[in-house]
């Protein structure tokens, strides 16, 4: 497996723990020799890429941009996923806002857009419970509760 996470705001806290749900995602779902890339942005810049990309002029808590989306596939032996941008200062809101750890939040920003990179969505109620079901196995898992 091979990610970058990208900490261009300098939140310097350890997200090391993250490899554990990241890991237990892509075992869940049996996915061998993925690379991805997850970067930490601020509230701006997730804002422009949603207003941008999505049409949504607001900020959001996390962003995902999956390049087998169109089925594009360039090596069975390597996945190449696309990347996923969360927005820290929105993560720490939320964590508070729903009364649990930022460990937490950010644990399931990152399963959230893992998951979305893999092809799974959450516009239909049917797609939104397989989804979130899913996180919370994963999250579950990992030892990760609320």
């Given amino acids: 497996?091979?990610?970058?996470?990208n900490d261009e705001y300098g939140y310097k806290e350890d997200y090391t723990y993250l490899n554990e749900v990241i890991n237990k995602t892509l075992e869940?779902?049996?996915?061998?020799?993925?690379?991805?890339?997850?970067?930490f942005v601020g509230e701006e810049e997730i804002q422009n890429m949603n207003k941008s990309h999505r049409g949504i002029d607001r900020v959001t808590d996390v962003i995902s941009f999956?390049?087998?989306?169109?089925?594009?596939?360039?090596?069975?032996?390597?996945?190449v996923l696309g990347d996923i941008f969360i927005c820290i200062p929105r993560m720490q809101e939320q964590a508070k806002e729903y009364g649990h750890s930022?460990?937490?939040?950010?644990?399931?920003?990152?399963?959230?857009?893992?998951?979305?990179?893999?092809g799974y969505d959450h516009m239909t109620k049917e797609e939104e419970?397989?989804?979130?079901?899913?996180?919370?196995?994963?999250?579950?898992?990992?030892?990760?509760?609320?």
Avoid at 28 to 39: C, D, G, M, Q
Avoid at 102 to 116: A, I, Q, W, Y
Avoid at 129 to 146: D, G, P, S
């Fill in 66 to 79: 999956a390049f087998e989306d169109n089925g594009n596939k360039l090596n069975r032996e390597v996945r």
């Fill in 28 to 39: 869940v779902e049996n996915v061998r020799n993925p690379i991805f890339s997850i970067t």
């Fill in 129 to 146: 419970k397989v989804m979130f079901t899913k996180q919370e196995l994963i999250l579950n898992a990992t030892n990760i509760k609320r």
């Fill in 102 to 118: 930022e460990k937490r939040e950010l644990s399931f920003l990152t399963v959230h857009g893992l998951l979305h990179l893999l």
């Fill in 1 to 5: 497996m091979e990610y970058l996470v």
